[in-house]
Nanobody, 119 residues
Framework: QVQLVESGGGLVQAGGSLRLSCAAS????????MGWYRQAPGKQRELVAT???????NYADSVKDRFTISRDNAKNTVSLQMNTLKPEDTAVYYC?????????????WGQGTQVTVSS
């Protein structure tokens, strides 16, 4: 079993910054993709950013040039530095990890952390 534990959410004013972190633990061979999705009230969950084990990144257009994703493969952690936050960034942010264990790769999700940006 794999657990993803997120931290770093909170309340911030527009234009401010927050840093989210997520740590994966449990029994597995490797993690390919790690990343973040978010879900605002009444909306579908959407991609924020992902990063592969080799460092290739993918960002939603809405966060490019404001958010930066990074990971530490040795520690099985992924972080999201969020700058110039906007009220529309308000959402629950979920960490994900595509984990390789026995059998095919499987996607795990964290419990979510609330980010609220006030105007």
């Amino acid at each position: 079993q794999v657990q993803l534990v997120e931290s770093g959410g909170g309340l911030v004013q527009a234009g401010g910054s927050l840093r989210l972190s997520c740590a994966a633990s449990g029994s597995f061979f490797s993690i390919n993709v790690m990343g973040w999705y978010r879900q605002a009230p009444g909306k579908q969950r959407e991609l924020v950013a992902t990063i592969t084990s080799s460092g290739s990144t993918n960002y939603a257009d809405s966060v490019k040039d404001r958010f930066t994703i990074s990971r530490d493969n040795a520690k099985n952690t992924v972080s999201l530095q969020m700058n110039t936050l906007k009220p529309e960034d308000t959402a629950v942010y979920y960490c994900l990890a595509d984990v390789r264990s026995y059998g095919p790769s499987r996607r795990y999700w964290g419990q979510g952390t609330q980010v609220t940006v006030s105007s």
